[in-house]
T-cell receptor, first 114, second 110 residues
Framework: EPEVTQTPSHQVTQMGQEVILRCVPI?????FYWYRQILGQKVEFLVS????????KSEIFDDQFSVERPDGSNFTLKIRSTKLEDSAMYFC????????????FGPGTRLLVL | SQQGEEDPQALSIQEGENATMNCSYK?????LQWYRQNSGRGLVHLIL?????REKHSGRLRVTLDTSKKSSSLLITASRAADTASYFC??????????FGTGTSLTVIP
């Protein structure tokens, strides 16, 4: 069964460093998402992406975040200058269609900012 | 805010018993989805129920949706130890931004 994959599974970085989290969505899906989950808290929406542009973003997704689909398969989340509070599990998801279709989640990347 | 809130926060049952979790939300939705998350792992999609549906089944799962009460329930029948996980409801509005609840932590004791 097709699945969303994410790399790396774990990333440790120093505050102020840039990190890039990578995702390979399911191949025939057109919509891509990033969510984050701070330890012990809710899963929070960050951004959705369609047709090579951001379609929605939350207030969390400020100027230090960016997303890109650099090729036909990868979808990346870049955090330009990491802060301690960026430590969280980051989930990528994808869906076939837009309006309320099932989003399939990857296993997540656990980011720790020191 | 448009957020699902599950209750109970934690539920502990014996293997073979049924587990019922509830989700309430605040505003109108297009659909509601239930996800499972094993500790420290990703989210696994369980079932989607649309706003014009009242009940849906998938294996041992039964989901109901009451849009008048803005609530949904997830019933897991004949629970197994492997069902131990956190269960989240997620709701959407007009867009594709999902709002997740705080989750119900289910422990099934063998």
């Amino acid at each position: 069964e097709p699945e969303v994959t994410q790399t790396p599974s774990h990333q440790v970085t120093q505050m102020g460093q840039e990190v890039i989290l990578r995702c390979v969505p399911i191949s025939n899906h057109l919509y891509f998402y990033w969510y984050r989950q701070i330890l012990g808290q809710k899963v929070e929406f960050l951004v959705s992406f369609y047709n090579n542009e951001i379609s929605e973003k939350s207030e969390i997704f400020d100027d230090q975040f960016s997303v890109e689909r650099p090729d036909g398969s990868n979808f990346t989340l870049k955090i330009r200058s990491t802060k301690l509070e960026d430590s969280a599990m980051y989930f990528c998801a994808s869906s076939e269609a837009l309006m309320g279709e099932t989003q399939y989640f990857g296993p997540g990347t656990r980011l720790l900012v020191l | 805010s448009q957020q699902g809130e599950e209750d109970p926060q934690a539920l502990s049952i014996q293997e073979g018993e049924n587990a019922t979790m509830n989700c309430s939300y605040k505003t109108s939705i297009n659909n509601l989805q239930w996800y499972r998350q094993n500790s420290g792992r990703g989210l696994v999609h369980l079932i989607l129920i649309r706003s014009n549906e009242r009940e849906k089944h998938s294996g041992r799962l039964r989901v109901t949706l009451d849009t008048s009460k803005k609530s949904s329930s997830l019933l897991i029948t004949a629970s197994r130890a492997a069902d131990t996980a956190s269960y989240f409801c997620a709701t959407d509005l007009a867009g594709n931004q999902f709002y997740f609840g705080t989750g119900t932590s289910l422990t099934v004791i063998p």
